[in-house]
C-alpha cells in the first residue's frame, strides 16, 4: 500500500493550495481517507477525513468553511482544496487512510500513512 501526498508549498494568507493523495494497493473505495497535519513544536492534529462507502464527510472546527475534501473513486485520488489559508495552516500534512472513522480517535484507526508535504503559509 502506498499514499502519495503532493501539491504542498508556500502560499501568502488568504490564498490557496490544493492537496492531492494517491492511493494504491488499498481497496480505496471502501476506506476511510483523510488528512493530518503537524506543525513545528505541536503534536500531530486531524484536518478532515472522507468515508468513501458513503461520502461522509468530517472537518476540524479550525479549518469548517476553509477546506474541501473530495475524492475520485475511479482514480484512487484524495483532494483537499485548503482556500482562506491563515499562518497558522503552516504544518507537514499527512495523507492517512482507515477502515473506520470515529470522532477523535480516528488516529488510533489509521492502518496506512504517506509522507508528508509541507504547506506554508506566509503573513
Known amino acids: 500500500v502506498q499514499l502519495q501526498a503532493s501539491g504542498g508549498g508556500l502560499v501568502q494568507a488568504g490564498g490557496s493550495l490544493r492537496l492531492s493523495c494517491a492511493a494504491s494497493g488499498l481497496p480505496f473505495s471502501t476506506y476511510v481517507m483523510g488528512w493530518f497535519r503537524q506543525a513545528p513544536g505541536k503534536e500531530r492534529e486531524f484536518v478532515v477525513a472522507i468515508n468513501k462507502r458513503d461520502g461522509s464527510t468530517y472537518y476540524a472546527d479550525s479549518v469548517k468553511g476553509r477546506f474541501t475534501i473530495s475524492g475520485d473513486n475511479a482514480k484512487g485520488l484524495v483532494y483537499l482544496q485548503m482556500n482562506s489559508l491563515k499562518p497558522e495552516d503552516t504544518a507537514v500534512y499527512y495523507c492517512?487512510?482507515?477502515?473506520?472513522?470515529?470522532?477523535?480517535?480516528?488516529?488510533?484507526?489509521?492502518?496506512?500513512w504517506g509522507k508528508g508535504t509541507q504547506v506554508t503559509v506566509s503573513s
Open positions: 492517512a487512510a482507515g477502515p473506520a472513522y470515529q470522532d477523535g480517535r480516528w488516529a488510533h484507526l489509521v492502518d496506512y
